[in-house]
């Protein structure tokens, strides 16, 4: 049987609701549709290992944001997609003290530009850990924020699990927001989708290279997941198109094996990545210090 792939929870319970051919609840699973500054939000909640089983999902919250205003530069598009994003982060961040350390970390490979969000998110990120500690007078207001763009195993021969470790373990956060590019079943949330979630994150899973995850049983503290669906996967792709076009009754035999390794990417994502970068740096930036303001965060960053 020809498995889908997809790192979104909510196309996950789509495919269940698809696989089960009925809109009837499934069971440990609770989702509903909202609304945050415009954007369509759809929340699923997995509550227990038998909803984590039907989704492959572990149990925990997971935000999807429809950011396809942006892509179509409509008007204050960005500012209310940074708005949207902080305000769904800030959420999830909870009761979090104010001056509680986070560590922000970048996950993917530079040099390839769909696995370049996580890198390029940190340079958009309001780093303040080292002006906290060396002027107080001047910084208090600041929550500590410390930044790291991992690197991958190719690259550095270091797991990005482990430089996170060693560098949780030295500055000791109380949280951790981890960014990373995710897969997609389909071309119509590539680039255009951000999955929050407070259940880490797998590195390398948008490119299906799984390296050791980043949770709290591998950090000890709360790990917040940041993804944006940058690929597709050619066989699911394939598999999608069909079925729109009328070819529902193809047998998903056919397609196993077609593809493997090829993934599906938008031809101007140098540009995708750049808008999307910013809109998360910035995002992140207000929800960590809330006292700042969008025009604030410009500021600071230029």
Known sequence: MLQRRTDLAVE???????????????PGVRARDDTREGYPVTRVEILDHQGARALGKPEGQYVTLELSGLERREPEALPRAVRAIAAELTALLGSLPAQAPVLVVGLGNRAITPDA???????????????VSGAPEHFAAFRPVAALAAGVLGTTGVESGELARAVAERIRPSCI?????LASRSLKRVCRTVQLSDTGISPGSGVGNHRHALDR?????????????????????????????????????ALMGAGDGLIVTPKDIDAQMADLSKVLGYAITLALQPHLTLEDAELLLS
């Open 12 to 26: 996950a319970h789509d495919l269940w609701k698809e696989s089960a051919a009925r809109e009837t609840a499934l």
């Open 117 to 131: 969000i996580g890198p390029k998110t940190v340079e958009h990120t309001l780093v303040t850990r080292h002006l």
């Open 177 to 181: 927001i981890a960014v990373d590019a």
């Open 217 to 253: 049983s591998t950090l000890g503290v709360p790990v917040l997941a940041v993804g944006v669906p940058t690929v597709v996967d050619a066989a699911t792709l394939a598999a999608d198109v069909l079925s729109e076009a009328g070819g529902a009754n193809l047998d998903p035999e």
